[in-house]
């Protein structure tokens, strides 16, 4: 699993998706935001450490 820290674009709140594949070649991603109850583009801030 590989953690990655996303910037919801319309609500603008930061959260870390936990997801078994590669990412980082995506500058945006298309998923749910618990805050906007709803899905919207994220920014791809970065790669959190695997711990
Ligand atoms: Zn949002």
Not at 2 to 10: D, F, G, N, S
Not at 29 to 51: A, M, S
Request: positive net charge.
């Amino acid at each position: 699993m590989t953690a990655w820290r996303l910037k919801c674009k319309e609500c603008g709140s930061e959260w870390i998706l936990k997801v078994s594949y590669d990412i980082s070649d995506m500058k945006t991603i298309y998923h749910y935001c618990r805050k906007c109850k709803k899905n919207t583009f994220h920014e791809i801030l970065g790669r959190l450490d695997d711990q």
